[in-house]
């Protein structure tokens, strides 16, 4: 058998203006190139304790129960549900876009008796419509997404949804895949029972990573559960013990995608989520006005038009794949196309993290108006 041979990785740098992941600051990349250790090695146990108390203060919260599950979101979103539901249990999934619908496929796979509420896309729920909902039956869990990535609408009224939930006995478990890290994500306050997200959106570390919250509450019912949960690897209490003094194995997690979260997590802190959230929202509405201007309009309304993921209508007669292709090859620029029923109807643009740059939104800008002319 030959030798295979190949050229060096040739991969370019990209300008990331898409729903994920977002570019990665130097930093953040300095620390990933820093050497692996072993998975119990003391220097990494306190980049852990360090990367806890980072998690708890973007997640606004003091819960024990706050890691970094190995696995993007989706290990998140898997974890919230499998460690909660046992088959039989009555769930409720609010869906207004794709990834309520995601909820909804794995709380069934889990042997939950699933009932969904639905809005079309591009909509939210009022809290009317999600208190009649849990009023219909005594549901274990509630799940909802709060920045829904497929659609750019951010659900309002958080707080006073999970204080429904509680009310009618719900647990509340909320997706914050993109809001964490680019708009207010208030856990205790809201007093949501677990929360996930994940490390490459508007955190701006590479993907690999999903951070997990848990209350007391959740973690009472996670403990006095019949049997554990169907899923040895996202068994949040052997995470739990694994975080926890004990520091028992659970598994081979990698040092260097930590090295980067924490790293990522640092320069959150130091910037302040106040400023933070300011600038998402300071580049999201230049994009925002500016596409008004090149007649790309915003499909989601501004009061829950989210900062850090936009849909932009394409103009009739306008082939958004031609476009899209044309931003990456012409200018290095990824934007992503629309989900679902708005697949051709919008291009996904998002300002997370370190992307969320006025000379991006600029260069984008420049980039959309030339290929519209052309
Ligand atoms: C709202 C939301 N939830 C969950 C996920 C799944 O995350 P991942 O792709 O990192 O597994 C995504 C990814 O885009 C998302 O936007």
Known sequence: MTTPR????????RILLGPGPSMASPRVLRAMATPPVGHLDPDLLQIYTEEQQLLRYVFQTENEWTFALSGTGTSGMEAALANLIEPGDAALIAIHGYFGERLAEMATRLGAEVDRIERPLGEIFSLKEIETALKR???????IVHAETST?????HIGEIAAAAHRYGALIVLDTVTSLGSIPVKIDEWD??????ASQKSLGAPS????????????????????????????????AKYWGEEHAYHHTASASL????????????????????ARHRANAELLW????????????PPEYRLPPLTTARVPEGVDPHRVRTRLLKEYNIEIAAGFGALKDKVWRIGLMGYSSRRENVLLLLAALRELLRS
């Open 6 to 13: 190949f050229s060096d990785l040739n991969v370019s740098t």
């Open 137 to 143: 039956k005594r549901y274990k869990v509630f799940a």
């Open 152 to 156: 750019g609408a951010e659900q309002l």
């Open 192 to 197: 949501i029972d677990i929360a996930y997200s």
């Open 208 to 239: 690999g990573l999903a951070p997990i919250t848990v209350s007391e509450r959740a973690r009472e019912v996670i403990q006095k559960r019949k049997s554990p949960p169907p899923s040895f690897y996202l068994d949040l209490a052997l995470y």
């Open 258 to 277: 930590h090295y980067a979260l924490r790293e990522a997590l640092r320069i959150a802190a130091e910037e302040g989520l106040k400023a933070r959230f």
């Open 289 to 300: 006005a500016g596409l008004e201007e090149i007649g790309v309009p915003p499909f989601i």
